[in-house]
């Protein structure tokens, strides 16, 4: 049965800031450009067939596949769950396999992105089971991340729990304990991770690393006063406090708190100031993050002449603004709608020698959506095409809802065509954009078709997708629509299920 999409945890700043004092991340490869990769992964979407996924795979008899090939592959199919599959149990299947640990994690995280726990734990079992593959700590760190995600938290304890058993009785170190109260804070389980410090800090031991990941939780979860404690029970332990460990709490600070009315906001920067002074106390002097973590704020709370002021004061400190420091205030531009000024100091960050982001880019995308200015985000849109900073899939998304909304399909398709033929290809949120849009222009038969094409390519639908496409059809009097749908869904379900018997599939259908 499928179940509802677990949003990913909020306030990005937030999230590195925790990766980077959690001191363990995931190695998995990136995306890197690889036309043979671009071309095996087309091959196998091309000749993709839903009822029978391992015939793609058959198109690759004699191409030679190296390792590295094999793992950017599988990150151009990561959105496509069934096919990534596929081609690994093909790869398995070759006289001298070339998978290695690293395309068994990705493979791994794939199936862990989709929820078919039951499958990935089959596949541990397998590669144990195997000589010369063995599963690492990081194969059960992103089980434990991709269970966490999916709101299985007790399940990703004992996964953690029971990871030294597969790893020949190699007990965890305080860098995994770490990940796993990181990955728990993360997702908004921060009373859970406390308990869990609680009971093993005997056996993991803790450090300023611990102490910053539980701080930055109960920032999360707005709690500041549960951080302070934390962070005054970290000074006692004789644990001294770093830059990172104030970044958190700055951010918490400044991001978690209402800034409207004024005396609120005014409130909150005189906290903000307390901190500056409180590191400065430490000798600790804060960095470009602590400066980027307030320009959010004034981002938030519409500020633009005391972003530009804080930015003006950076430089003047000899601090180098990043390209998120400076996307930040471009936000607060466009949205006080200076478009103009946030154009000049575009010019400015290039000039700079910053290039900006994707991110950088999206805050013009939404300034443009608020005015429904077609051709502003049709410009902006081709500019970044032919140049170095391509659109990412949020980027499509936003595009996508600003012209579904206005009812502009030849622009929707258009989108839609470069969006399939980009490096990460359409996610759950493309799909789910363009299924609702299309439902709420009465186009039915483009929704049910979106609809199927998403299960067909490993994507769980949310609960109100459903709902909303099978209200439409019955309402709109398309009974037997439904029923063809419907129909469709089952026999999709029941054919992929019989390819992969050895696997405890979830089936995809409601």
Not at 444 to 457: L, N, P, Q, S, T
Not at 484 to 492: A, F, N, T
Request: hydrophobic share 35%.
């Amino acid at each position: 049965m499928l179940k509802q999409k677990i949003s990913p945890p909020a306030f990005p700043l937030l999230r590195r800031l925790c990766t980077t004092a959690a001191g363990f991340s995931l190695n998995l490869p990136k995306l890197e450009p690889s036309n043979d990769a671009e071309l095996i992964s087309q091959i196998l979407v091309t000749n993709h067939n839903p009822f029978h996924f391992t015939e793609s795979s058959l198109q690759l008899n004699g191409i030679s596949l190296s390792p590295q090939l094999i793992n950017q592959t599988l990150l151009r199919l990561r959105h496509n769950s069934k096919i990534s599959l596929s081609f690994f149990q093909y790869l398995r299947s070759l006289p001298s396999t070339p998978t290695t640990l690293t395309s068994f994690n990705l493979i791994i995280d794939i199936l862990g992105k989709v929820r078919q726990f039951d499958v990935v734990r089959h596949l541990i079992v397998e590669m144990e089971q195997q000589e010369n593959l063995k599963p690492s700590s990081e194969t059960f760190l992103i089980l434990v991340k991709r269970l966490i995600a999916a709101g299985l938290t007790r399940q990703a304890v004992r996964a953690f729990d029971d990871a030294p058993c597969f790893l020949e009785n190699r007990p965890l170190g305080v860098d995994e304990f770490a990940f796993l109260l990181d990955t728990l804070c993360k997702y908004g389980h921060t009373k859970l991770a406390v308990g869990v410090f609680n009971e093993r800090k005997a056996e993991f031991g803790c450090d300023e690393k611990v102490y910053t990941i539980l701080i930055a939780g109960w920032c999360k979860l707005r709690r500041i006063d549960m951080a302070e404690r934390f962070l005054a029970e970290m000074i006692e332990s004789g644990i001294e406090p770093n830059v990172v460990t104030y970044n958190v709490l700055l951010n918490g600070i400044c991001r978690t708190a209402s800034l409207h009315p004024e005396e609120r906001f005014e409130r909150n920067v005189r906290n903000a100031e307390k901190v500056f002074d409180e590191m400065r106390e430490r000798g600790i002097e804060p960095d470009v993050t602590s400066f980027s973590i307030v320009l959010h704020m004034y981002s938030r709370a519409h500020k633009s002449e005391l972003s530009l002021d804080k930015l003006k004061l950076m430089k003047a400190k000899g601090i180098s603004p990043t390209v998120e420091t400076y996307t930040s205030v471009v936000k607060c531009l466009c949205s006080c709608g200076r478009l103009k000024e946030a154009e000049e100091l575009l010019e400015t960050m290039v000039g700079d020698g910053i290039s900006p982001s994707s991110a950088t880019y999206n805050c013009f995308f939404k300034e443009y959506r608020g005015r429904k200015d077609v051709t502003g985000a049709m410009n902006l849109y081709r500019k970044m095409k032919g140049g170095l900073c391509k659109p990412n899939t949020h980027t499509y998304n936003v595009l996508l809802g600003t012209f579904i909304n206005l009812g502009k399909m030849e622009i929707v398709e258009e989108i839609w065509g470069d969006l399939k033929g980009s490096e990460t290809g359409p996610d759950l949120d493309s799909y789910t954009s363009l299924v609702h849009g299309l439902c709420g222009k009465d186009k039915w038969k483009e929704a049910c078709g979106y609809f199927v094409e998403m299960i067909e390519r490993g994507f769980l639908p949310q609960k109100l997708t459903f709902e909303t496409l099978y209200k439409g059809l019955i309402q709109s009097n398309k009974l037997r629509t439904w029923r063809r749908l419907k129909k469709k869904l089952d026999e999709e379900s029941i054919t992929f299920g019989s390819e992969f018997q050895r696997y405890p599939f979830e089936p995809y259908k409601r």
